[in-house]
């Protein structure tokens, strides 16, 4: 990974801003709010995706070390399982 | 002698050549990552449990926000030229692009305590924005405000903390650079200073997404 990568990292700068620029425009189309909610998702895991693979060079890292760094994603999809599970059962709060 | 230099290699291969320092930094990026997940999925609970919820825009300020977003983007733009620098040798690019994103972080940080000081003293207009959420009475936007209010400035007290520990972080190897503690071959540190600062920026991400827009 070493060597100049001066444009690769302007150009990535360039697409997370028309992403974050991108991501104001939906929540004024009057589409459905999950509608919204799926496209914000979507563009934030896209902006994540290029922080982590071009800024953290994570794409030069071994299958193993990339593989190892997706362990969170099933334990917090455990925990968002749990807390929706648990909310026919709690209070409602202002 | 060669047989342990042989074992280590082998142990060491499922992370390339990844230095320990670095797989510390990808250790804890993990563990702070967990923090932030439990943080935001929790949120998403409590906002499912809640009367009323401000859509984007009714009290927090988006624009502004989106600006703060932009903000880190260029600041880790700036990290990565740093370590692009000094991967060559350059060390005044290395300086150089680490002040940048140093000052990056404290306008961030700025920007960020304006907003809270604009919430917490509040205003006609503040109130006003508070009584179309359905916060009926609220002349400021405080965390007993609401379940939103709690929500809003744990999550981003807790990046904002972050962000203040990367500056100082920051700071810290800037001094070593300015000492010319660092060169072509010895580049470890800023590129772990760098996974941080990288990291800080894309929870940032999330927390825009989530807690601003969504």
Redesign the interface.
């Known amino acids: 990974m070493?060597?100049?990568?001066?444009k690769l990292?302007?150009k990535?700068?360039v697409w997370?801003?028309i992403l974050?620029?991108a991501?104001?425009g939906?929540?004024e189309l009057p589409i459905p709010k999950s509608a919204?909610?799926v496209l914000?998702?979507s563009?934030?895991v896209t902006?994540?995706m290029l922080?982590?693979l071009?800024?953290?060079h994570l794409r030069y890292?071994?299958k193993?070390?990339r593989r190892?760094?997706l362990?969170?994603i099933p334990?917090?999809l455990f925990?968002?399982w749990g807390?929706?599970y648990?909310?026919p059962f709690?209070?409602?709060?202002? | 002698m060669n047989q342990t230099a042989d074992t280590l290699t082998l142990q060491r291969?499922?992370?390339?050549t990844?230095t320990t320092g670095k797989?510390g930094m990808?250790l804890f990026?993990?563990m702070d990552?967990?923090s932030f997940?439990?943080l935001l999925?929790?949120g998403?609970?409590?906002r499912?449990?809640?009367?009323?919820w401000p859509g984007?825009?009714e009290i927090l300020n988006?624009?502004l926000t989106?600006f703060n977003?932009?903000l880190l983007?260029?600041t880790?733009?700036t990290?990565?030229?740093a370590l692009?620098s000094i991967?060559?040798g350059d060390q005044k690019g290395l300086v150089k692009f680490l002040t940048a994103t140093m000052v990056g972080g404290l306008l961030f940080l700025g920007i960020q305590v304006w907003e809270y000081s604009h919430f917490i003293t509040g205003s006609h207009e503040l109130a006003a924005s508070l009584e179309g959420a359905g916060f009926v009475g609220a002349t400021s936007f405080l965390p007993n405000t609401?379940?939103y209010g709690s929500i809003f400035y744990v999550t981003t007290s807790f990046h904002g903390l972050h962000v203040l520990s990367g500056v100082i972080y920051i700071f810290v190897i800037l001094l070593q650079a300015k000492k010319g503690a660092y060169t072509a071959d010895n580049f470890d540190r800023v590129e772990i200073l760098?996974?941080f600062w990288?990291?800080v920026?894309?929870i940032w991400?999330?927390v825009?997404?989530?807690i601003y827009?969504?």
């Open positions: 070493e060597g100049d990568h001066k990292y302007i990535n700068a997370l801003t974050t620029v991501e104001l939906i929540i919204q909610v914000l998702l563009f934030a902006k994540i922080v982590a071009v800024y953290m890292e071994t193993f070390l190892l760094l362990v969170p334990l917090a925990l968002a807390v929706i648990d909310l709690s209070w409602t709060i202002n | 291969d499922p992370f390339g990844a797989l990808w990026i993990i990552g967990l997940g439990g999925i929790g998403a609970a409590l499912a449990s809640a009367h009323a984007p825009g988006v624009p989106a977003t932009f983007i260029c880790s733009f990290m990565v030229m692009n991967q060559k609401s379940m760098g996974l990288h990291f920026d894309l991400i999330f825009f997404t989530v827009l969504i």
